[in-house]
């Protein structure tokens, strides 16, 4: 093998790492905005709040029990048909794996969410904090605490996930990789080069996890 | 529109069912692969063998953290300049195996260090050897402690299996992509193919539900 190749390369594979970064985080940041809202609202006994629950449970259904290569097909292909406007690549691939991980974070959240006593939502309420109040100061911090663990798995899993946006052409990593594989004929090192850049990556979520963790047990965080 | 998606439906599904078979067949054999391999993964490193455990657990690691696509490009496209030729159907077999087996080791090592400790402290207590603790004892509640994270490995495995059509294997999502680029209708042959792996991952937690009431019968 002849890594020179790669040296040659390394500018656009540290573009290609970027966007990775950048596509995962955002989805990560957007789907967790849209489980927190799923899990606050979950609740309520009207029959509107019983419909929206019902939305919720397909959803979450729907982007669980599909694969991700399917989903991103089916909003960058089909969604056009219906919606009439073209979508980009990029936001195709956002709007994707953003849905996909708030399936599976609302999962995350309404576990932890469950596991906060009641007792301190009715003490919130005493002291005359408002429901929103009380969901944003009171239980959020602590659901976002008890949930490190699942949401650094949940992390890795959209970091390489994220290689299949390479299939509708977004320029992440993995395209990169190809590109270059096609550019210089040598896919062994090509194709080793970005395993060892997303192995560094998700290796590094492994030990910030950890160290969150430890901050965690300390009661600093 | 009902007209047109009921012939498309009449015309396609022979071929779509086709490509379903394949996901269902590389499903189910590289499931059988994955959890040998995780066995045999989990009691190696579980017996401490200097080297052989240590690097066991590294490949774990190194498989867990890279993305199965670029696992697959690995051997579909790298290992030929290393003398390895594989078509696509082996490549996909294995490459699903492999990731699969990463997992399902982590699974078996995690339910078992859940097995009682007293349990196997009692059978050597009554003078059983260590081969027959670890067959009679460790294993079979390993086992059934082990099924609902295995149910959630095989669906993960199924939508995994999905990534295959990149390296043109014709399962479903591929046979799906290539009736789009014939009939240039996109809408029903791709909600169809959701609809169909939706169904099956359905069926299978369905399924891994009634194994795990059945397995915990016991505790």
């Known amino acids: ?221 | 529109m009902m007209a047109s998606v009921s012939g498309f439906v009449v015309e396609y599904a022979p071929r779509m069912l086709a490509g379903l078979k394949w996901t269902l067949i590389l499903w189910s054999s590289s499931a059988i692969l994955a959890i040998c391999l995780g066995l045999t993964i989990a009691f190696i490193r579980r017996g401490n063998i200097p080297f052989l455990s240590a690097a066991l657990s590294a490949l774990v690691n190194v498989v867990r953290g890279t993305p199965i696509l670029v696992q697959l490009f690995l051997l579909y496209y790298a290992a030929p300049s290393v003398g390895i030729r594989l078509d696509a159907l082996a490549v996909g077999l294995i490459g699903l195996s492999i990731y699969g087996g990463a997992y399902f080791s982590e699974v078996f090592a995690g339910a078992l260090k859940a097995v009682p400790r007293g349990h196997v402290e009692a059978a050597q207590m009554l003078g059983i050897r260590p081969r027959r603790i670890a067959r009679r004892i460790e294993f079979p509640q390993m086992l059934s402690l082990s099924v609902p994270s295995s149910v959630n490995q095989l669906i993960m495995l199924m939508k995994e299996s999905a990534v295959l059509s990149i390296i043109t294997v014709p399962e479903l999502t591929s046979v799906t992509t290539k009736i789009v680029n014939e009939t240039f209708e996109v809408a029903t042959p791709y909600l169809l193919m959701a609809g169909l792996y939706w169904l099956v991952i359905e069926i299978i937690s369905a399924a891994g539900r009634w194994v795990e009431t059945w397995a915990t019968r016991h505790f």
């Open chain 1, 1 to 221: 093998m002849d890594f020179s190749v790669i040296l040659n390369s390394a500018a656009p594979l540290a573009r290609g790492a970027a966007t990775t970064i950048v596509v995962s985080g955002l989805s990560i940041f957007l789907g967790g905005i849209l489980a927190m809202a799923f899990v606050f609202t979950r609740q309520g006994t009207t029959k509107i709040s019983l419909m929206w629950r019902t939305f919720i449970a397909v959803f979450v259904s729907l982007f669980r029990g599909t694969p991700l290569l399917a989903q991103l097909i089916v909003i960058f292909y089909v969604l056009p048909v219906f919606v009439g406007i073209e979508i980009n690549p990029f936001p195709a691939a956002i709007l994707t794996l953003s849905l996909n991980t708030a399936a599976f974070q609302s999962e995350i959240y309404r576990a932890s969410l469950k596991s906060i006593s009641y007792g301190q939502i009715e003490a919130a309420q005493m002291v005359g904090l408002g429901v929103w109040r009380t969901r944003l100061r009171i239980l959020l911090p602590q659901m976002l605490r008890l949930s490190w663990e699942p949401m650094t798995n949940e992390i890795i899993t959209i970091l390489k996930n994220s290689s299949l946006i390479s299939v509708i052409s977004v320029i992440e990593l993995t395209r990169v990789g190809q590109q270059i594989a096609g550019a210089t004929f040598r896919p062994s090192e090509a194709y080793v080069a970005i395993a060892v850049l997303y192995f560094l990556m998700t290796s590094l979520i492994v030990v910030a996890g950890h160290l969150l963790r430890r901050r965690i047990a300390t009661g600093a965080a």
